[in-house]
């Protein structure tokens, strides 16, 4: 009888499965995606027979067969000349008997499954109540490994990166070996850098590239209220590594957990930092555990963590350079359609990130959306630009003397700016930042011409008004520091060593070079405001033809 019974389900079983795999065939979208430009051309042949239109795409029919686009890439007037239809929404009656079907058989399982006794032995009430009455370190979520899903071809511009770490990755793949030539595998590996460079999608793609597990945490995470519980977290997550060896552990912000320890008195935190220590200590040369970290505050670690035997190897992933940043731009933009020389682009992103590179093609794409174009153009990115490196800002209420003001100050900044052949590709009347500023190494030279561009939208407005605002204040500031640095910290002043009121003289003369520039290029600066009246924006090109145009 019970074998009856067995037999019977296996039939029901082998049933549902063929009706799930006809559903399955009748329910798929068999359709080609396609771009805009294909979807264009497709319809300027007369190539489409029929055109349906669903909530998230249209489907193009054609003698070859059924493409689709995505509904929010195309507009109305596209198919004017075709008659439209309305997706069929029938299917719906097949999901239903698809989910009556599941369920009908669910219940026949549950019940066979309670006739054999398995659910006898469980008793849900015990474990709520023993559940309510739990230790926080009960309660804590279980550490589980992901399956990285990122390679290193879905990250541009790090080939310097990949060069570093492919050799880990040949430890991870090959132990054996190494074990054999009497090599043994770092411990860790500490990826350094600002953020938004891509320090865990490096990580990611080291897990992938490894075909291992790959175990998430941030330092945050180890940072509990209750004393004791991070130390207990260090110690599963390690275990739960070494259970599932070659394995790999990302602790993502390890400055949270690893600071120095000062003297002051934090158990909690100096717990869980020495049971970190313990744990990559206590690695045996044949676990095949990798702990990865990052940080983008190397200076602030403990000492104890950054000795040899812990984290043997440190990768330095810096901000992307032009060629790199190219790169990141091409991952980015492979599925918008665009028409734009992303040369032009890596040129005026000059300090962006990874992340900040892929938040302005976002941005730039959603402008083209809302602006119904076919296509992201170079005036997309130019509108968007300063959204992403500044964040979107509500332009004052002016009056007409207050914007006369800024338009002056502005145009003496761009004309300076521009003379001197700043980094920058358009100005906009209602930013007061027109070029980031950065650490990277200058000569004194570059580093004047920077302070006289900060300094000239004041003295442009000390020219013609003979006073300027008070929303000079933040590049004025900016001005004296680097001012500062160049006399005190850099040995660029009338000595190495710095007289007194050094900086002073510096910015004084720096204010009357700049003073005899603008005075020369009177001119000049009468078209830019002219034009910064008339549209309140002004291109670098455009502030150049006029600059030429009187040398």
Same mark, same amino acid.
């Given at each position: ?7 019977r ?42 055109v ?21 890439q ?19 009656i ?15 399982l549950?019940?066979?499954l ?67 030539f ?15 460079v ?6 990611k ?8 597990p ?17 130390? $207990?977290?260090? +110690? @599963? %997550?390690? *275990?739960?590594?070494?259970? &599932? ?36 200590d ?15 505050k ?10 040899a ?19 990141i ?5 492979? $599925?918008?359609? +665009? @028409? %734009?020389? *992303?040369?032009?682009?890596? &040129? ?6 990874g992340?900040?590179l ?54 003496g ?27 990277e190494?200058?000569?004194k ?42 006399c ?21 003369r720096?204010?009357e ?17 002219s034009?910064l ?11 150049k ?7």
């Amino acid at each position: 009888m019970p074998t009856s019974k067995t037999n019977r389900i296996a039939l029901i079983v082998s049933a549902f499965v063929i009706i799930a795999l006809v559903l399955f065939a009748l329910l798929r979208d068999n359709a080609d995606a396609i771009t805009l430009n294909q979807a264009n051309s497709l319809l300027q042949n007369k190539s489409v027979k029929k055109v349906i239109v669903t909530k998230e795409y249209v489907y193009l029919k054609t003698a070859n067969g059924y493409y689709k686009i995505a509904s929010s890439q195309v507009t109305p007037r596209m198919f004017v000349d075709y008659k439209v239809e309305v997706g069929n929404e029938s299917n719906i009656i097949i999901y239903i008997l698809f989910l009556v079907l599941f369920l009908g058989l669910g219940s026949l399982l549950l019940k066979f499954l309670q006739n054999r006794g398995i659910f006898g032995s469980l008793n849900f009430k015990t474990n709520e109540n023993a559940n309510s009455s739990a230790s926080p370190l009960e309660l804590n979520t279980p550490i589980e490994a992901i399956k990285s899903d990122v390679s290193f071809d879905d990250i541009g511009g790090i080939s310097d990166v990949k060069i570093e770490l492919e050799e880990i990755i040949d430890f991870m793949k090959n132990p054996k070996r190494y074990k054999n030539f009497g090599a043994r595998m770092p411990r860790g590996v500490l990826l350094v850098g600002p953020p938004g460079v891509g320090k865990t999608m490096i990580a990611k793609a080291v897990a992938n590239a490894a075909d291992v597990p790959f175990f998430y945490q941030s330092g945050a995470s180890f940072v509990q209220i209750y004393v004791g519980m991070g130390a $207990k977290r260090v +110690h @599963e %997550l390690f *275990v739960a590594a070494k259970k &599932n060896a070659p394995a790999i552990i990302f602790i993502d912000e390890i400055d949270a957990v690893g600071k120095k320890r000062d003297g002051q008195r934090n158990d909690e935190r100096e717990a869980t930092l020495n049971q970190l220590l313990t744990e990559m200590d206590g690695f045996e040369g044949s676990s095949g555990v990798m702990v990865v970290a990052a940080t983008n505050k190397i200076d602030v670690l403990d000492s104890a963590l950054l000795r040899a035997g812990r984290f043997d190897r440190r990768v330095f992933v810096e901000l992307p350079t032009k060629r790199e940043r190219e790169a990141i731009l091409l991952k980015y933009l492979d $599925k918008v359609p +665009h @028409e %734009l020389d *992303v040369k032009v682009i890596a &040129n005026m992103t000059v300090g962006f990130n990874g992340a900040a590179l892929a938040a302005l093609v976002n941005e730039a794409a959603l402008l083209a959306l809302r602006q119904n174009d076919f296509h992201v153009t170079l005036e997309h990115f130019y509108q968007v630009k300063d959204k992403v490196m500044f964040g979107k800002k509500k332009l004052q209420m002016l009056n007409e003397k207050q914007k006369a003001y800024r338009i002056t100050y502005q145009a003496g900044k761009v004309v300076v700016a521009t003379y001197f052949d700043l980094p920058f590709e358009k100005l906009m009347l209602s930013n007061e930042k027109l070029t980031p500023s950065t650490d990277e190494p200058f000569i004194k030279q570059e580093l004047e011409a920077r302070v006289k561009m900060l300094i000239a939208g004041s003295v442009a407005c000390d020219m013609k008004y003979k006073e300027h605002a008070s929303s000079a204040k933040s590049d004025i500031d900016e001005a004296k520091e680097v001012t500062f640095k160049m006399c005190q910290e850099y040995g660029m002043g009338t000595s190495l060593i710095p007289e007194a009121n050094e900086e002073e003289f510096m910015l004084k003369r720096l204010y009357e070079e700049t003073t005899l520039l603008l005075e020369s290029l009177g001119e000049v600066m009468q078209n830019i405001e002219s034009v910064l009246q008339e549209r309140e924006s002004i291109t670098k090109e455009e502030v150049k033809k006029y600059i030429n145009a009187i040398f």
